[in-house]
C-alpha cells in the first residue's frame, strides 16, 4: 500500500516562508505525478502545484512566483517552496500522488497558518 507523509508546516509571519516536504512510501512506481493541494476554511479543496515526471510544472496563479514544486524522483519525494506568505495562503496543506494507474493517494495534511 502507499503511504504519504508530510511535514513543514506551520506559524509564520506574513512574507516569511516555509519548505513542506512529502514522502511517499510503499510500492510505487516511479512514473507518477505528485503535487500539493490546499483547502482553507470554507472553501474547496484546489491545486496549489503539480510537477511530472519529467519535471514539467504547474502553479495557481495565486502562488506564482512565490512558491516553487521541485521533487527527488529517486525517493518520490516532493517539496513545496513557499516564500512571500500572505494570509491567503492559510490552509491544510495535502500531498498527492497520481500512479501510472491513475490511483490517486494523499496525505493526511499539514497546517500552514499566515499571520498579519
Known amino acids: 500500500q502507499v503511504q504519504l507523509v508530510e511535514s513543514g508546516g506551520g506559524s509564520v509571519q506574513a512574507g516569511g516562508s516555509l519548505r513542506l516536504s512529502c514522502a511517499a512510501s510503499?510500492?510505487?512506481?516511479?512514473?507518477?505525478?505528485m503535487g500539493w493541494h490546499r483547502q482553507a476554511p470554507g472553501k474547496q479543496r484546489e491545486l496549489v502545484a503539480r510537477?511530472?515526471?519529467?519535471?514539467?510544472?504547474y502553479y495557481a496563479d495565486s502562488v506564482k512566483g512565490r512558491f516553487t514544486i521541485s521533487r527527488d524522483g529517486a525517493k518520490n519525494t516532493v517539496y513545496l517552496q513557499m516564500n512571500s506568505l500572505i494570509p491567503e495562503d492559510t490552509a491544510v496543506y495535502y500531498c498527492?500522488?497520481?500512479?501510472?494507474?491513475?490511483?490517486?493517494?494523499w496525505g493526511q495534511g499539514t497546517q500552514v497558518t499566515v499571520s498579519s
Open positions: 510503499g510500492v510505487i512506481s516511479s512514473f507518477n505525478i
Open positions: 510537477i511530472t515526471i519529467d519535471t514539467g510544472t
Open positions: 498527492n500522488l497520481i500512479s501510472m494507474s491513475w490511483t490517486n493517494y
